[in-house]
């Protein structure tokens, strides 16, 4: 697979002088474009911090992040909010719907802000709503839907661009686990059939037991690296707790 993403020795350091924290301490890695990447880590360890660099919603302190060979951190601030529109998609833990706009409306702003003809929207809002299977709740507001539903309507208008990036924070961190389990699904969907390249933040190991690599982060530093390769999720899933228990955690860490 092609080279996505590539993030060349970030660093992201707050305060100064004597009071000096380093949230990315120095990290390096690559995303092929069509993968799966999980990111692991306890409260503090920088996993956000890492996804708000590469969403370019904060800055990095030194350090480049190139997408598709184009270094981001370069941007001028009037590009950024360009950027964003043009080729990422959020999924966020509190799912961020507008509560007076029907799921269709929601999904449909998104193009409206890209400038998509009008006559094109329905068509487009209705095949991505088909393919989550929410196609038949678009006429709906978010408060009479479930999690479930609203998180799936949050992944519908994160694809609906096709953003070359999907990046969720916690997506299954306000859900049941029956809704998370659904929504995993549909992650999985999106990666594998509709070919999204997606880097996800969890605490979750279940959760995590979904992408196809893992990196652990630990005081601003990765960790470690775990690649699912063939092994099944139930595998994989033992294999990421070891992984957290050697970093000190155990199971207490996982929710």
């Known amino acids: 697979m092609n080279e996505l993403l590539r993030l060349e020795h970030i660093q ?46 904060d800055t990095v302190s030194a350090g480049s992040i190139l997408l598709e060979g184009r270094d981001i951190t ?15 998609g959020f999924i966020f833990q509190d ?22 003809p009008p006559g094109q929207i329905d068509g487009q809002v209705q095949q991505m709503a088909d393919a989550l299977n929410i196609g038949d709740i678009l006429s709906k507001f978010p408060y009479q839907i479930s999690g479930g539903q609203k998180q799936r309507c949050a992944c519908a208008r994160a694809m609906i661009n096709h953003p070359k990036l999907i990046l969720a924070d916690e997506p299954t961190g306000a859900l049941d686990s029956h809704a998370s389990q659904m929504l995993l699904g549909t992650l999985e969907s999106m990666n594998q059939q509709m070919g999204a390249t997606i880097v996800m933040v969890t605490h979750d190991a279940f959760t995590a037991s979904y992408t196809e690599r893992i990196l652990f982060l630990r005081d601003g530093a990765v960790f470690s690296e775990l690649r699912r390769g063939n092994d099944s999720r139930k595998q994989f899933f033992e294999k990421i707790l070891d992984v957290l228990t050697m970093m000190g955690g155990g199971t207490v860490d996982v929710r």
């Open 12 to 57: 992201k350091i707050y305060g100064n002088g004597g009071g000096v924290t380093r949230a990315i301490d120095d990290i390096s890695f690559s995303v092929s474009s069509g993968e799966f990447l999980g990111i692991m880590g306890a409260s503090g360890s920088g996993k956000t911090t890492l996804l708000n660099c590469i969403s370019t919603i």
């Open 74 to 88: 370069q941007l001028k601030p009037k590009e950024l909010a360009r950027f964003r529109r043009e080729n990422l």
């Open 95 to 116: 799912f961020n719907l507008l509560d007076t706009l029907t799921v269709g409306e929601n999904i449909a702003l998104a193009l409206t802000i890209n400038k998509v």
